[in-house]
């Protein structure tokens, strides 16, 4: 599904290069964990294929074909999801909002199905109070599965997840892994906190 041909990535120069040579295949309904140190370049490959950024060197491949071919944004509004460390979430809106809207702007198969987005929601943990307050007044930990469960809502087929239960404890940790792989046949690449 996914392949990266010799991928290499520096920020400032060639000789200060984060990673070279990355030869890696995901294949779809897989989930895939991305170790590393701190700074080692975890959210910089991750940004890499999720077409946030042009590799500096080398390829990457979405079912055979190069993304940037595709072109960056059309490859991510049809196929990519993410789950940033930052939340990312519209924060003038409520939780259900911030699905509804993510629903309706990726044309997910849910779209305007506020059932299915409340009891995603409830899945990952929030009450019906909260999911209909300003996301503002909600935890870290509750904004980040408010981003978990908008990632679930839409029909991406590669969900992009970055320290996506840095923020959680061990209760609710357990409820956002299941969700992430299970929902459907995706590819999910997660980085390290979630198997710490
Ligand atoms: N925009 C940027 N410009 C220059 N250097 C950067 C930029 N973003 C990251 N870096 C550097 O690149 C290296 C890798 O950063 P990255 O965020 O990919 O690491 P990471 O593995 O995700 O770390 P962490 O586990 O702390 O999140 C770090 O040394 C960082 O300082
Ligand atoms: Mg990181």
Redesign the pocket.
């Known amino acids: 599904m996914l392949t990266t041909k010799n991928l290499g990535y520096w920020?400032?120069r060639p000789e200060n290069s984060?990673f070279t040579d990355i030869n890696l295949e995901f294949e779809q309904g897989q989930s895939y964990a991305i170790v590393?140190?701190?700074?080692?370049?975890?959210?910089?490959?991750l940004s890499l294929i999720a077409g946030l950024e042009k590799p500096r060197v080398g390829e990457i491949d979405y079912n055979g074909h190069s993304i940037n071919d595709i072109g960056l944004t059309k490859y991510r509004q049809q196929n990519v999801s993410i789950v940033f460390?930052s939340y990312n979430l519209l924060t003038y809106m409520s939780p259900l909002n911030n699905l509804l809207t993510a629903m309706a702007v990726t044309k997910s198969s849910h779209q305007g199905n506020q059932k299915y987005a409340k009891d995603m929601l409830r899945k990952l943990g929030l009450t019906d109070e909260q999911m209909t307050k300003n996301v503002q007044r909600l935890s870290g930990g509750q904004k980040q599965r408010v981003a978990i469960a908008r990632t679930m809502c839409c029909d991406a087929k590669l969900v992009v997840a970055?320290?996506p239960t840095g923020n959680l404890d061990e209760e609710n940790t357990p409820r956002s892994n299941p969700t992430l792989p299970r929902n459907r046949p995706r590819t999910k690449s997660l980085?390290?906190h979630c198997y710490s």
């Open positions: 920020y400032d984060l590393g140190q701190s700074g080692s370049g975890k959210t910089t490959f460390q970055d320290e980085c390290d």
